[in-house]
C-alpha cells in the first residue's frame, strides 16, 4: 500500500476482525499487532516473512492490549516486542482469556449467542500468551533496517495504554483502535476527548495512508470522521449528564446522524458509558457483560 508497507486486512473489521501491519526498511521487518487467534497469527507470519521476502521478523507492535492485537504474540516470541507499559500491565492482566471465550453469558443471551459466534470463528488450540519484552510511554523511536519507526503513546483513550505507529518514510500510519473505519468506534476506557486528541495526533502527522485498526485502509477524511462522530457523541453525553439523564436514556437519544448507518451502531451505549465514568465516578455503572447485552441485543449489523 505505501513503499516498504503492508497491510494484513481482516474483512470485514467486525468484532475481534482487526488489522495488522508489515514494515520492511532495509532487510528488517516490523510487524503491527498479531491478530486474534492461532490460524490468523500462523497465517500473517508466513504472509509477513513471504512479502518481506526475509526469514524473520525482528520486532513487533501492539498497539493496545485488546486481544485481537495481541494474542497471536506466540508466533513472534523470538521477536523484540513493544507496547506502551499501560498496555502491557492489561495484557498481563488478562483480563478476558480466550480459551473460556465460550463460556461467557447466560442462557438465552445475545451475549451467549456472540460469545458462541467468537468460539467458532477463533482458534485457540495451543494457544499461550506471549507478553511484550519492551515498553514504554510517551514516545519511543524504534531503528530498523537504517530508517525509524516511531511509536507514540496517545492513551488512555481506546483502551488504558494505545500506541500509534508513523513510518514517516512511506507516510503511513497505523492507528490501531484509535480509528475504526466505516464501522461504530469504541471507547472503552476514555477519556473521549482523548481519544479525539489521538484523530488529532494522526491527522498532525499528516500521512497519505492511514491503517485502522479495523475496517479498510483509510485516508485523513476517514479519521476526520471518526473524530466528528466522537465529538458529536461527548457533547450529546455532555448535555445528557447535565440534565441529570442516565447513561442508557444517553443512549437511545444519541442521534449519530450521517454516521448510524456504520456496522455496530449500538456500540455508541460503550462509548456513552466511558463519558459517565469519567465524570459521574459515584454512579453503580453497568459491568462489562450488562454493557455488552445491550449492546448486542440491537447489533443488527
Ligand atoms: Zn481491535
Known amino acids: 500500500m505505501a513503499p516498504g508497507c503492508s497491510v494484513w486486512f481482516e474483512p470485514p473489521g467486525s468484532w475481534g476482525l482487526s488489522n495488522s501491519g508489515v514494515v520492511k526498511i532495509g532487510d528488517e521487518v516490523l510487524v503491527v499487532d498479531t491478530q486474534n487467534d492461532v490460524t490468523r497469527a500462523a497465517a500473517l507470519r508466513a504472509a509477513a516473512l513471504g512479502v518481506a521476502g526475509t526469514d524473520s521478523v525482528t520486532t513487533v507492535v501492539n498497539t493496545h492490549d485488546d486481544g485481537d492485537h495481541w494474542f497471536g504474540n506466540m508466533f513472534f516470541d523470538d521477536c523484540r516486542i513493544v507496547a506502551t507499559a499501560a498496555a502491557a500491565d492489561g495484557m498481563r492482566a488478562l483480563r478476558m482469556d480466550p480459551r473460556r471465550l465460550s463460556e461467557l453469558g447466560s442462557d438465552g443471551s445475545a451475549l451467549q449467542g456472540w460469545s458462541r459466534w467468537r468460539a467458532e470463528t477463533f482458534s485457540y488450540e495451543d494457544w499461550r500468551p506471549v507478553f511484550p519484552t519492551e515498553t514504554f510511554d510517551d514516545a519511543l523511536t ?44 469504541i471507547v472503552w476506557a476514555g477519556p473521549v476527548s482523548n481519544t479525539i486528541a489521538a484523530c488529532d495526533a494522526v491527522l498532525a502527522l499528516e500521512p497519505s495512508v492511514i491503517v485502522p485498526g479495523h475496517g479498510p485502509v483509510a485516508d485523513p477524511a476517514g479519521v476526520r470522521e471518526v473524530r466528528t462522530y466522537l465529538a458529536r457523541l461527548l457533547e450529546h453525553t455532555l448535555g445528557c449528564l447535565e440534565r441529570g439523564a442516565g447513561p442508557e436514556q444517553a443512549y437511545r437519544t444519541f442521534d449519530a446522524a450521517e454516521y448510524r448507518l456504520w456496522a455496530h451502531a449500538s456500540r455508541a451505549y460503550l462509548t456513552i458509558l466511558s463519558v459517565y465514568a469519567e465524570h459521574r465516578p459515584d454512579l453503580a455503572l453497568p459491568t462489562w457483560a450488562e454493557s455488552m447485552e445491550v449492546v448486542l441485543a440491537d447489533d443488527a449489523s
Open 142 to 185: 524504534v531503528k530498523l533496517g537504517g530508517g525509524t519507526v516511531e511509536l507514540i503513546g496517545v492513551g488512555p483513550a481506546h483502551t488504558g495504554g494505545d500506541a500509534l505507529v508513523h513510518v514517516p518514510e512511506a507516510g503511513v500510519v497505523f492507528t490501531g483502535d484509535i480509528v475504526f473505519h466505516r464501522s461504530t468506534p
